[in-house]
C-alpha cells in the first residue's frame, strides 16, 4: 500500500511539475493531495487525512482552480529562443542537490536512531487527541490563526466592496 500512495504522490507531482496546461496542473496537485492522504492513512493518522482531503483536496485546490480560470485569459508568450546549457546545468545542480539533500538526511542522528531501535507502529490519531492538543496544549496559536483568517477575510470582503 505504501508503494501505490506514494506513486500516486509522485507521479501527481511530476505531471504536476510538466504540465503546460496550469487546469490540469491544478488536478495533478489534487492527486498529489489524495496520495499525501493515503500515506497519512498509512502512518494511522486518519484525521491527517480527513484534513488533507478536505483542507488541501477540497478547498485550497478549488480556490486555486477558480483563480487560475478568472486569471488565464490570454496565452503565454513563446520563448524568444532556446537554451540547452541552461538546462543541462539545471539537470545537473539538481542531480548534486538531490545527492546533498540524501546524504544530509541519511547523517542525520534521527535516522541513525531510528535504524538502531527500529521502527515502531504509532499511535493512532484521535479527534480527542487532536482537540486536547488544540485547545490545551497549543491554544495561543489555534487563536492566533483565527484571528489572521478573520483578517484575511475582512480584507477581501473590503477589496470586493470596493470594486463593485
Known sequence: MFITFALITLLG???????????????CMVATFFGVAGLFLLLANPVAAALQVIVYTGAIMVLVLFVIMMLNSHEEEKAQSTRPIQRWVSVVLLVLLAIGAVKLVMSSPGVKSLAASGAAMPQAMTLQKLGTALFADHLLGFEVAGLLLLAAMIGAVALTKRNL
Do not use: P, T, Y
Open 13 to 27: 507531482a511530476l505531471g504536476m511539475l510538466l504540465q503546460k496546461n496550469v487546469i490540469v496542473a491544478g488536478l
